[in-house]
């Protein structure tokens, strides 16, 4: 059973990750690492986690003065994950003497076989644990878009379920306000800039929340908009679980606190806007790049 809550970190509102054939138990490579080669072994993964909280948050930048304004859609992210994600330098631990800092260490998201290697002095051999050989994280969170109020409107995001067994509540919940800056300048586009903050919980394995400071800019052609955005991306994750060792009988507690690498981010992307229907696509160039999409419905828009 707790694989499956380990693996469910992994499996968000319907998406799953596409694991290899022979990926090994999540908690059980975990365990195997402490302090701080564990946060280098889950860091990936905060890094694409909040890189898909922070993607397709907005469409455009057109907000009316006043005036009624709503979006209602769905959201999908995917997070590529890069080579240099999915390899870790790490330092042996434990019994191996003396300490070795190894390059080329799979991380989370890297190849299922581990890194081995051995003391040529006493034949003692160290393992690394193996990652999940994954290429992508995907992510899809509806989305709901009201305005406007001398220029500014709300954007909230929502999801979740209610007392998975062995697992508890997940939850997705977050906000945004953006104020429109073309109100004020004579501008040959539309500009606004906004501020959004995420929160997911899943159950008491995973807290992890981001916030993102967004300069947006677009430029609408009859049924097509062009957008693009200047970001600057903050976040946390905390994971915390008990893994019983199946070799002693011990309940060993892992946790670790992880702040997510992306800081800035610049975003391009494209919508078609056909009558109420809007489709649209963006990248995400960051440290942890993503790509994200959307389809909604939308009324009083520029």
Known sequence: M????????????????????????VEELVSKYTSENGQKYMQ????????????????NAGINKLGFQIYLGIETQLAVIPSSQKFMTATTEGDYFPSTRVENVPTVFGPSEGKRIEDPN????????GGLDINYVPMITPQLTVGSVYGTDLTIRFAGTKKIEDVGD?????????????????????????????RF???????????????????????????????YEMGSMKISYEYENLENGQTEEIRFDLTPGNTIRLTTGFGFNLGPVNLHA???????STISAGLGIGFGYK
Do not use: M
Not at 44 to 59: K, Y
């Open 2 to 25: 707790q694989k499956i809550k380990i693996v469910s970190l992994f499996c968000l509102f319907g998406w799953f990750v596409s694991f290899s054939s022979n990926a090994q138990n």
């Open 44 to 59: 990936p993964f905060a890094d694409a986690f909040s890189a898909n909280l922070n993607s397709g948050l907005f469409h």
């Open 122 to 129: 006493t034949g003692l051999v160290y393992v690394f644990p």
């Open 170 to 198: 997940i939850s997705l919940f977050g906000w945004g306000l953006r104020h429109s800056i073309d109100q004020y300048l004579p501008l040959p586009f539309s500009s606004a800039i906004g501020f959004y903050n995420q």
């Open 201 to 231: 919980k899943f159950g008491d394995y995973l807290d992890a929340s981001s916030s993102i400071i967004s300069l947006q800019g677009s430029f609408s052609i009859q049924v097509i908009t062009l957008y693009g955005g200047l970001g």
């Open 282 to 288: 963006e990248y995400n160039l960051a440290k942890q």
